[in-house]
């Protein structure tokens, strides 16, 4: 069975940049989906989808991040990752790797796989 | 942006009555709608995928019906494990979205 794993520090400094890895294990990365993504949640708020990536070509950001955020694969370790800079407060969050599947019309989007999240607290 | 609104932010139900919860988007979406269950300190857990798919080993007392950008889900008689925040998201078009969330409560 797939499971995903977040793994990254708890606590970041203002200003500084978040690295995030997602480690996939029950089934290889690069044939399980051709996409996965990253989601948080801000404490006591809702979900925020961040971006996802595509095997077939570039990863999709949120317009709200998009100058912030990278998120790249390594397959050879069977991991994807999130890179977001210039951290502020409003950055802390719960951060969840997860995978969207696709659904009868072949379009994806809909996460049914996700790892347990990581608390990221930005401040000094 | 496609802007998901839920409604009612609270909905109140005694277990054992029938909860409805709305989903409206900003624009049509086909039918490129999840909705998701999310209790506290867990992961969301998806409930349903294509407007109206359940998704595996999710109880059939859950429903979900609509299209274009209208939709609902129902649970038909609340069970005392139902009680958490239900999220909708589109995936019809970039940025995938979500509802700001309904949270079920015990009455």
């Not at chain 1, 955020?69 to 990752?81: A, C, E, G, L, R």
């Amino acid at each position: 069975q797939l499971q995903l794993q977040e793994s990254g520090p708890g606590l970041v400094k203002p200003s500084e940049t978040l690295s995030l890895t997602c480690s996939v294990s029950g089934g290889s990365i690069s044939s399980s989906s051709e996409y996965w993504g990253w989601v948080r949640q801000p404490p006591g708020k809702g979900l925020e989808w961040i971006g996802s990536l595509y095997f077939g070509g570039s990863p999709y950001y949120n317009p709200s991040l998009r100058s912030r955020v990278t998120i790249s694969v390594d397959s050879s370790k069977n991991q994807f990752s999130l890179k977001l800079t210039s951290l502020t407060a409003a950055d802390t969050a719960v951060y969840y790797c997860a995978r969207p599947q696709p659904d009868n019309s072949g379009y994806y989007g809909a996460f049914d796989i996700w790892g347990r999240g990581t608390l990221v607290t930005v401040s000094s | 942006e496609i802007v998901m609104t839920q409604s009612p932010a609270t909905l109140s139900v005694s277990p054992g009555e029938r909860a409805t919860l709305s989903c409206r988007a900003s624009q049509p979406l086909n039918s490129h709608l999840a909705w998701y269950q999310q209790k506290p300190g867990r992961a969301p857990r998806l409930l349903f995928y294509g407007a109206s798919t359940r998704a595996t080993g999710i109880p059939a007392r859950f429903s979900a019906s609509g299209s274009g950008t209208e939709f609902t889900l129902t649970i038909g008689s609340l069970q005392s494990e139902d009680f958490a925040v239900y999220y909708c998201q589109q995936y019809h078009a970039w940025p995938w979205t979500f509802g700001q969330g309904t949270k079920v409560e015990n009455k």
